[in-house]
């Protein structure tokens, strides 16, 4: 691949027809950077997080050109990340798999106006075409379909699935064999990245692991948690609330949000269209409190807590109770600290949930 000279390579890989809001591009830059500095290695990546905590939304922001060229420089003009929405999928059959992340690269090509890639648009659509037409030996019109992509370009490219749960637990294991295989035919040169509620492969039951080891285990060594907001990422999101509602808060306001949702992107938007809808700003942490424990923010709180696994429940409704977890929950707790769901509080083993909202649900809902 070419690559166009001076400030300006990136102008010839920009994706059009994305109306989708953008994020700062130092949104969630530690998890961003180590993440695209993976996948550029050639390595493959799994993202794990509760539910509303903005994966998708993280997804998107990975996948943007500029996103690459802000963490990456150069070497960003020379890998393309594809999000391929697993639950825009026809069925839950191998072929609909397949169709689908053809779907994705037709889709991304058609908004991507680098001209060597530009060249491999007739190939891709011939490819889709194929898969449509020929059920049954889809897989190899896509791993040949790549070729031309791969082999004719210097490209990079991650196929990056989102709502990856689903698919881990209801698929026939022999559609994870061959994206393994499709891997290793173009190894490090096409890398996966998926979003899931939990760390795969928690989604099979433990005595089918085996028939999709092959595929969980590219992503053994580089299983990254996606935690609450840290504070600038917080603040930026109350912001942009702001503007679009047209309802200004107070910066005061803004602490106690952030101070009682941890940081956590879904409670953070139900709280604040609460307290639009009221038109209140409390004036103290145990009146906003008072105040956002509603139907909003529980139904925000079940997400998090549904997709747990029963020993991590054990021990956030021990710490929710008694501010401790017992010495024979260490697994789960290391669990949680990576989810950004319970910080420690002393060397003696005092901890305490990331939300003063979700501390409240785990203390009052039943397990």
Not at 327 to 340: F, H, I, Q, R, V
Request: with cysteine.
């Amino acid at each position: 691949m070419t690559r166009p000279g001076g400030s300006n390579a990136m102008q010839n890989y920009r994706m059009t027809g994305d109306p989708r809001r953008r994020q700062t591009r130092d949104y969630r830059y530690t998890l961003t950077n180590s993440l695209l500095t993976n996948l550029h290695r050639g390595e493959c990546c799994a993202v794990v997080g509760v539910g509303s905590c903005g994966k998708s939304r993280l997804l998107r922001h990975l996948a943007r050109p500029e996103t690459l060229e802000y963490h990456l420089g150069d070497a960003g003009y020379d890998h393309m990340i594809v999000l391929v929405e697993c639950n825009s999928w026809s069925s839950d059959t191998i072929w609909a798999a397949y169709e689908g992340i053809a779907r994705s690269l037709i889709q991304t090509m058609e908004n991507v106006t680098h001209p060597a890639l530009q060249n491999a648009r007739h190939d891709l659509q011939d490819l889709y075409e194929a898969i449509i037409s020929n059920h049954d030996i889809a897989y190899a019109h896509l791993q040949a379909g790549l070729g031309p992509l791969l082999n004719g370009t210097q490209l990079n490219l991650t196929l990056c699935f989102d709502e990856f749960d689903f698919v881990f637990e209801r698929f026939d294991a022999q559609l994870f064999r061959n994206l393994r295989a499709l891997r290793d035919s173009y190894k490090y040169r096409l890398t996966y990245m998926v979003a899931t509620r939990k760390q795969i492969p928690y989604q099979r039951p433990e005595d089918q692991w085996p028939e999709v080891e092959t595929f969980y285990e590219l992503f053994s060594d580089n299983t990254f948690a996606i935690g609450p907001y840290d504070a600038k990422d917080a603040t930026d999101m109350l912001l942009d609330l702001e503007k679009r509602y047209e309802y200004p808060l107070r910066t005061r306001t803004r602490e106690m949000i952030i101070e009682v949702t941890g940081g956590h992107p879904g409670l953070i938007g139900a709280s604040f269209r609460h307290l639009e809808q009221v038109k209140n700003q409390p004036q103290t942490i145990q009146q906003m409190l008072l105040l956002l424990i509603n139907d909003t923010t529980t139904r925000e709180c079940k997400k998090i807590w549904d997709p747990l696994r029963p020993g991590e429940r054990i021990v956030l409704k021990r710490i929710a109770t008694h501010n401790r977890p017992s010495k024979d929950e260490a697994t789960s707790m290391a669990e949680l600290k990576s989810k950004g769901l319970v910080h420690e509080l002393d060397q003696r083993g005092s901890a305490e949930i990331f939300s003063p909202i979700f501390r409240e649900y785990v203390r009052h809902t039943e397990d």
